[in-house]
């Protein structure tokens, strides 16, 4: 049996696209070169958060050294430069979307917070007692929660989409549970717990026949794989900086003009009016009327570095290269005896999921990190998903485009050894 230290160092033909030079990337993420517990580090916990470029880590240092200072407010030069790239990473995020207008973009902390605002605004303005909103099987529970919480302030009902034995969702049963009641469906992009891509296009095109907007959670998506929002139809979808190999505590929320104008504000205070007195406010243009306090600026700067890294690499050259990776790390972890991988879907990305006969996922992973091999273990935010395939717990390894297949060796040895400690 190959100790993982052999694994990593054994040489293997990595190149799926001539262009994608994966060491070349590497070099990029200083975080990689390191050690864990003596042995090199294999990061396969990317579903939870990605490693970042040094080019994120610089844009960082730039507003901090360089530009810091408040943004839409100042007349003076570094207020200028802060509010250019603040705006500038808008635009980018609109391209990285392909949204039509750069005010269909919302800067928020994160996927789970541009849920929130969505559930808060739009939901509480259009669902009424009795209402129904549809949700799938596979969802995180940053899209099982704030419908939860909006349902019972409006005594309406969560209906959910069920799933198959594969982890796919099953189309015939959302059709039947569309219906004149459902004001909203929710529905991930990419599962986290399983990496099952979910049918969006046909989600989005069999609920507004029947005049339902869509929601979709791109947390898991966007890393891997070219988003077209306008191509979708989806009426909002949100995202995570942070899994974008960008900094934590930003990401975006689209959501198309119409809705947006239509609905109230999530929040009250600066920036978000366009004028105050104690009897009336009037709220300020989208996307300003959802952007309320001093926003996240300095990690702006960093999302917008991170989109400009994913661009120059190439969603179409991750999208082939993870795609390859995946195929092969499926392989190689199914013909462990023991294994079982939990969501085995037709389309899939980034995630392998998988249980170890015998010995707890807890186990598997504390192990797996004595070997330097970083994976996630427990119910990954997606209890529900957990308990759709009778599991208390899987393991996860999660991949990214700069992992190898060095590392996904590393990772079946460390199974092996996993296997040999457990007899
Ligand atoms: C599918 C999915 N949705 C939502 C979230 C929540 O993202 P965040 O914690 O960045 O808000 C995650 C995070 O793991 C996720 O994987």
Redesign the pocket.
Known sequence: MATTQEAIQAPVRESSAPSFDVKRIREDFPILKQKVHGKPLVYLDN??TSQKPAQVIEALLRFYTHDCSNVHRGVHLLSERATEAYEGTRVKVQRFLNASDSREIIFV?????G?NLVAQTYGRQNVKLGDEILITGL??H??IVPWQILCEEKGAFLHVVPINDRGELMLEEFKKLLNVRTRLVAA?H???ALGTINPVREIVQMAHAMNVPVLL?G??ATPHMKVDVQELGCDFYAF?G??VFGPTGI?ALYGKAELLEAMPPFQGGGDMISSVTFEKTIYNAIPYKFEAGTPNIADVYGLGAALDYVNQIGLANIASYEHALLSYATEAVNQIPGVRIIGTAREKAGVISFVLEGVHAHDVGTILDREGIAVRTGH??AQPVMDRFGVPATVRASLAFYNTKQEINALAAGIQRVKALFG
């Not at 902390?109 to 917070?113: A, I, K, L, S, Y």
């Open positions: 579903a939870a902390r994160g996927t789970t917070e849920i969802e995180h940053s899209n991930a990419v599962s986290n959670d947390a898991q995570s942070h899994k990401g990954h935010c």
